[in-house]
């Protein structure tokens, strides 16, 4: 169980209470990576740009003791019909064989430097190939093929468990577009190194309004009869409504984490990572703010003043249970 650095103001005095506080209740930690395009594009190499980010970072989670889970995202977290915005800035493309190069020493250096105890080579592949141009989903596929075989040929990580993840709501149905049972078949034909399953979950953006109607096989169905170990890697559920999109309450969401908890439990997971451990404080973003992120600014467990939420003590009721290895 963990969380990751995502802090609620650009603020390091903020980020390093914050992760004090949150460290104290977790085994692991998540770090979701974008490439670093710009700095790859410019000709730094794949080492120096995490030394920039990520490696004091592996440090400090080593030092609480912490394992390591590490998404690396190739195209736009916030869009994924789109590409990074780094690439779009600089008119480069996933679908050039120069670029996927670029991805994949990023990749080798990473599992060098930052030696993370899971590592997921792409974010929410199934919600790219349904929204993103065919030609940036097919570059996916390939360049996250191409690095899975670079690490298993690395005597020193023959071994680390390969993920990508899928985007839950978009595997029932519930996202995009609206209808039947969809599954994930195509992803473990797409990418057929996983030996982990990550997960993707924010099921208010699929329809849900109270997490007690979230079906019990919510995370086995989608797994089937696979034998794969399966971990949520991002996911949430806010505390504050959003006009016109959804309702929600911090009770509301402290009843989300009990029930995610049931749906972990039906489904024998490993794990269970946010991505935001406390709100956004979106008025001190950059502007222009996406306006995306306000559907995902109250997903902390503490508020952008890290103050605790309902759905705080049932996590710690939740991390206080015996871990079984």
């Given amino acids: ?17 914050s992760l004090e506080i949150w ?17 790859l594009l410019a000709g730094a190499s794949p080492e120096d740009a995490l030394r920039k980010d990520g490696i004091d970072l592996e440090h400090y989670y080593r030092s609480k003791h912490l394992k390591l889970v590490v998404t690396i995202d190739v195209t736009n977290g ?11 800035a600089a008119h480069r493309s ?3 064989p120069a670029v996927q190069r670029l991805y994949r020493n990023y990749v080798g250096a990473l599992v060098e430097k930052l030696h993370p105890d899971y590592l997921g080579l792409a974010a929410e592949t199934n919600l790219i190939r349904q929204i993103a141009p065919r030609p940036v989903y097919e570059a996916v596929v390939r360049m996250t093929n191409d690095a899975a075989s670079d690490i298993r040929r690395s005597r020193s990580a023959t071994a680390l468990p390969l993920y990508v993840s899928v ?8 996202l995009v577009q609206q209808g039947a049972y969809v599954g994930i078949d195509q992803d473990l034909r797409d990418f057929p190194f996983v030996n982990l399953l990550g997960l993707s979950s924010y099921p208010y953006l699929g329809g849900f309004k109270d997490p007690e109607q979230i079906p019990v096989d919510y995370y086995t169905r989608v797994r089937g009869s696979r034998a794969l170990p399966l ?37 024998n997971a490993i794990g269970v990572f946010q991505l935001s451990f406390t709100d956004l404080d979106l008025g001190t973003f950059p502007k222009p703010v996406p306006a995306i992120l306000p ?11 890290l103050k605790p939420k309902p759905a705080l003590t049932t996590w710690d009721t939740i991390f206080a249970r015996r871990l079984k290895h």
Avoid: C
Wanted: glycine share 6%; hydrophobic share 50%; aromatic share 6%.
């Fill in 1 to 17: 169980m963990g969380f990751s650095v995502v802090p609620p103001k650009p603020d390091i005095k903020v980020a390093v209470r």
């Fill in 23 to 39: 460290t104290r209740r977790a085994d692991a930690a998540i770090m979701h990576l974008d490439v670093p395009w710009a700095l």
């Fill in 78 to 88: 916030l869009a994924r019909e789109s590409e990074a915005p780094a690439l779009v």
């Fill in 94 to 96: 996933i679908t050039e």
């Fill in 167 to 174: 985007q839950v709501e978009t595997a029932w149905g519930k």
């Fill in 231 to 267: 971990m949520v890697v991002e996911g949430g559920w806010p505390s504050a409504s959003v006009r016109g999109m959804f309702s929600s309450s911090p009770e509301m969401q402290a009843r989300y984490i009990a029930r995610q908890s049931q749906l972990l439990d039906e489904a």
């Fill in 295 to 305: 559907l995902f600014a109250t997903l902390g467990l503490v508020d952008a003043n």
